[in-house]
Protein backbone atom coordinates (compact mmCIF):
# COMPACT_ATOMS: atom_id res chain seq x y z
CA UNK A 1 0.00 0.00 0.00
CA UNK A 2 3.12 2.35 -0.42
CA UNK A 3 2.24 5.08 -2.76
CA UNK A 4 4.34 5.51 -5.88
CA UNK A 5 1.76 8.43 -7.20
CA UNK A 6 1.82 9.74 -3.77
CA UNK A 7 -1.86 10.91 -3.15
CA UNK A 8 -1.62 12.86 0.23
CA UNK A 9 -4.64 14.67 2.03
CA UNK A 10 -1.92 16.94 3.57
CA UNK A 11 1.53 18.06 1.40
CA UNK A 12 3.03 16.44 4.26
CA UNK A 13 5.13 12.89 3.78
CA UNK A 14 3.70 9.74 6.06
CA UNK A 15 5.25 9.90 9.40
CA UNK A 16 6.17 6.65 9.52
CA UNK A 17 7.55 6.78 12.82
CA UNK A 18 4.56 7.63 14.25
CA UNK A 19 3.45 5.71 17.39
CA UNK A 20 1.13 3.07 15.80
CA UNK A 21 -2.56 3.01 18.01
CA UNK A 22 -4.01 -0.01 15.51
CA UNK A 23 -3.14 -1.63 12.23
CA UNK A 24 -6.41 -3.08 10.63
CA UNK A 25 -6.56 -6.71 9.13
CA UNK A 26 -8.19 -7.70 6.22
CA UNK A 27 -10.23 -10.47 5.42
CA UNK A 28 -8.95 -12.09 2.19
CA UNK A 29 -10.71 -15.26 2.08
CA UNK A 30 -13.99 -12.87 2.70
CA UNK A 31 -13.57 -10.48 -0.03
CA UNK A 32 -12.39 -13.57 -2.03
CA UNK A 33 -15.72 -14.84 -1.58
CA UNK A 34 -18.27 -12.08 -1.75
CA UNK A 35 -16.45 -10.98 -5.38
CA UNK A 36 -17.72 -15.16 -5.92
CA UNK A 37 -21.24 -14.63 -5.08
CA UNK A 38 -21.51 -11.55 -7.16
CA UNK A 39 -20.61 -14.20 -9.72
CA UNK A 40 -24.15 -16.07 -9.15
CA UNK A 41 -26.34 -14.47 -11.84
CA UNK A 42 -23.38 -15.16 -14.12
CA UNK A 43 -24.01 -18.78 -13.35
CA UNK A 44 -27.90 -19.04 -14.29
CA UNK A 45 -26.98 -19.15 -17.95
CA UNK A 46 -25.24 -21.72 -19.48
CA UNK A 47 -23.34 -19.97 -22.14
CA UNK A 48 -22.21 -17.46 -18.95
CA UNK A 49 -20.96 -20.54 -16.80
CA UNK A 50 -17.28 -20.32 -18.46
CA UNK A 51 -16.64 -17.18 -17.78
CA UNK A 52 -18.10 -16.78 -14.39
CA UNK A 53 -15.33 -19.89 -13.73
CA UNK A 54 -12.42 -17.99 -15.66
CA UNK A 55 -13.45 -14.67 -13.57
CA UNK A 56 -13.56 -17.19 -10.10
CA UNK A 57 -9.96 -18.46 -11.37
CA UNK A 58 -8.83 -14.53 -11.57
CA UNK A 59 -10.32 -13.05 -8.21
CA UNK A 60 -8.50 -15.98 -6.75
CA UNK A 61 -5.09 -15.02 -8.69
CA UNK A 62 -5.53 -11.44 -8.43
CA UNK A 63 -7.25 -10.29 -5.27
CA UNK A 64 -5.16 -12.46 -2.88
CA UNK A 65 -2.28 -9.48 -4.53
CA UNK A 66 -4.52 -6.74 -4.17
CA UNK A 67 -5.66 -7.28 -0.64
CA UNK A 68 -2.41 -8.24 0.66
CA UNK A 69 -1.03 -4.52 -0.83
CA UNK A 70 -3.71 -3.09 1.40
CA UNK A 71 -3.15 -1.46 4.95
CA UNK A 72 -4.78 1.06 7.00
CA UNK A 73 -3.09 2.04 10.48
CA UNK A 74 -4.40 4.44 12.98
CA UNK A 75 -1.97 7.26 14.49
CA UNK A 76 -2.65 9.76 17.30
CA UNK A 77 -3.29 11.83 14.69
CA UNK A 78 -3.75 10.40 11.11
CA UNK A 79 -5.18 7.46 9.06
CA UNK A 80 -2.64 5.86 6.52
CA UNK A 81 -4.00 4.77 4.24
CA UNK A 82 -2.48 2.62 1.28
CA UNK A 83 -3.60 0.45 -1.28
CA UNK A 84 -2.41 -0.97 -5.23
CA UNK A 85 -0.73 -3.23 -6.66
CA UNK A 86 0.39 -1.50 -9.91
CA UNK A 87 -0.88 2.03 -9.48
CA UNK A 88 0.55 2.57 -5.55
CA UNK A 89 -1.54 5.17 -3.39
CA UNK A 90 -1.04 6.83 -0.20
CA UNK A 91 -3.26 8.50 1.70
CA UNK A 92 -2.66 10.28 5.15
CA UNK A 93 -5.71 11.29 6.21
CA UNK A 94 -5.83 13.78 9.50
CA UNK A 95 -8.09 12.46 12.23
CA UNK A 96 -9.34 16.38 12.57
CA UNK A 97 -10.65 16.36 8.79
CA UNK A 98 -12.34 13.38 9.77
CA UNK A 99 -16.36 14.24 9.67
CA UNK A 100 -17.76 10.40 9.90
CA UNK A 101 -16.51 7.26 9.22
CA UNK A 102 -19.79 5.41 7.57
CA UNK A 103 -20.06 1.43 7.45
CA UNK A 104 -22.31 -0.51 4.91
CA UNK A 105 -23.17 -3.81 4.77
CA UNK A 106 -25.42 -4.79 1.63
CA UNK A 107 -26.89 -8.54 1.18
CA UNK A 108 -24.71 -9.83 -0.47
CA UNK A 109 -21.72 -8.44 2.09
CA UNK A 110 -23.72 -9.71 4.76
CA UNK A 111 -23.78 -13.24 3.66
CA UNK A 112 -19.71 -13.04 3.04
CA UNK A 113 -19.42 -11.38 6.27
CA UNK A 114 -17.89 -8.36 5.51
CA UNK A 115 -18.42 -4.66 5.39
CA UNK A 116 -17.49 -1.33 3.70
CA UNK A 117 -15.81 1.62 5.70
CA UNK A 118 -16.35 4.99 3.92
CA UNK A 119 -13.95 7.40 5.50
CA UNK A 120 -15.84 11.20 4.56
CA UNK A 121 -13.65 14.29 5.41
CA UNK A 122 -14.11 17.97 5.62
CA UNK A 123 -13.72 19.85 1.96
CA UNK A 124 -13.32 16.40 0.50
CA UNK A 125 -13.76 16.89 -3.62
CA UNK A 126 -15.90 13.08 -2.94
CA UNK A 127 -15.88 9.92 -5.15
CA UNK A 128 -18.97 8.19 -6.28
CA UNK A 129 -20.20 7.02 -2.92
CA UNK A 130 -19.45 10.12 -1.46
CA UNK A 131 -16.68 8.94 0.68
CA UNK A 132 -12.27 10.05 0.04
CA UNK A 133 -11.51 6.15 0.89
CA UNK A 134 -13.41 3.28 1.21
CA UNK A 135 -12.08 -0.35 2.86
CA UNK A 136 -13.38 -3.17 2.06
CA UNK A 137 -13.14 -6.19 4.40
CA UNK A 138 -11.51 -5.32 7.56
CA UNK A 139 -11.75 -7.82 10.40
CA UNK A 140 -13.76 -6.69 13.13
CA UNK A 141 -14.60 -3.13 11.10
CA UNK A 142 -17.24 -1.73 13.55
CA UNK A 143 -14.10 -2.10 16.46
CA UNK A 144 -11.86 -0.06 14.08
CA UNK A 145 -14.25 2.36 13.26
CA UNK A 146 -14.61 2.75 16.78
CA UNK A 147 -11.02 2.78 17.40
CA UNK A 148 -10.79 5.60 14.62
CA UNK A 149 -13.56 8.04 16.24
CA UNK A 150 -12.84 7.93 19.66
CA UNK A 151 -9.15 9.05 18.40
CA UNK A 152 -10.50 11.72 16.65
CA UNK A 153 -12.62 12.61 19.73
CA UNK A 154 -9.95 12.82 21.71
CA UNK A 155 -8.04 14.56 19.34
CA UNK A 156 -10.42 17.30 19.59
CA UNK A 157 -10.67 17.68 22.86
CA UNK A 158 -7.13 18.15 23.51
CA UNK A 159 -7.00 21.18 21.01
CA UNK A 160 -10.13 22.34 22.93
CA UNK A 161 -8.45 22.21 26.28
CA UNK A 162 -5.11 24.18 24.54
CA UNK A 163 -7.66 26.48 23.08
CA UNK A 164 -9.21 27.12 26.86
CA UNK A 165 -5.79 27.44 28.54
CA UNK A 166 -4.67 30.17 25.97
CA UNK A 167 -7.81 31.85 26.49
CA UNK A 168 -7.41 31.35 30.35
CA UNK A 169 -3.55 32.81 30.00
CA UNK A 170 -4.53 35.76 28.20
CA UNK A 171 -7.30 36.76 30.94
CA UNK A 172 -4.89 36.03 33.50
CA UNK A 173 -2.51 38.61 31.78
CA UNK A 174 -5.43 41.19 31.03
CA UNK A 175 -6.54 40.93 35.01
CA UNK A 176 -2.68 41.24 35.85
CA UNK A 177 -2.01 44.46 33.46
CA UNK A 178 -5.65 45.80 34.95
CA UNK A 179 -4.21 45.78 38.32
CA UNK A 180 -0.75 47.40 37.39
CA UNK A 181 -2.77 50.22 36.02
CA UNK A 182 -4.65 50.42 38.96
CA UNK A 183 -1.92 50.43 41.23
CA UNK A 184 -0.29 53.61 39.06
CA UNK A 185 -3.64 55.57 39.20
CA UNK A 186 -3.79 55.16 42.93
CA UNK A 187 0.10 56.47 42.93
CA UNK A 188 -0.92 59.33 40.97
CA UNK A 189 -3.65 60.36 42.79
CA UNK A 190 -1.56 60.39 46.06
CA UNK A 191 1.19 62.57 43.98
CA UNK A 192 -1.75 64.95 43.08
CA UNK A 193 -2.99 65.56 46.64
CA UNK A 194 0.28 65.89 48.08
CA UNK A 195 1.19 68.29 45.41
CA UNK A 196 -1.74 70.38 46.50
CA UNK A 197 -0.93 70.26 50.46
CA UNK A 198 2.42 71.92 49.68
CA UNK A 199 1.04 74.45 46.72
CA UNK A 200 -1.53 75.43 50.11
CA UNK A 201 1.40 75.52 52.57
CA UNK A 202 3.11 77.91 50.08
CA UNK A 203 0.67 80.01 49.61
CA UNK A 204 -0.42 80.36 53.69
CA UNK A 205 3.48 81.13 54.00
CA UNK A 206 4.36 84.64 54.55
Not at 147 to 166: F, M, N, W, Y
Not at 185 to 204: F, N, P, S, T
Request: charged residues 20%; contains cysteine.
Amino acid sequence: MQNASSNHDNDHPSESSEEIIQAATFDGAAIIRYHYYCLIPLCLLIVTIPLAILLAIGYRIILTRIVASWSATLTPKNLLVKKGVFNKVEKTIPLEKITDLSSAEGPIMRFAGIKRLGIETAGQSGTANGSLVSLLGIVDSDDFRARVLSQRDAGHQASLKAHTSELTGANRTGASDEAVLLEIKDALGGMAVDLRRIAERLEDAP
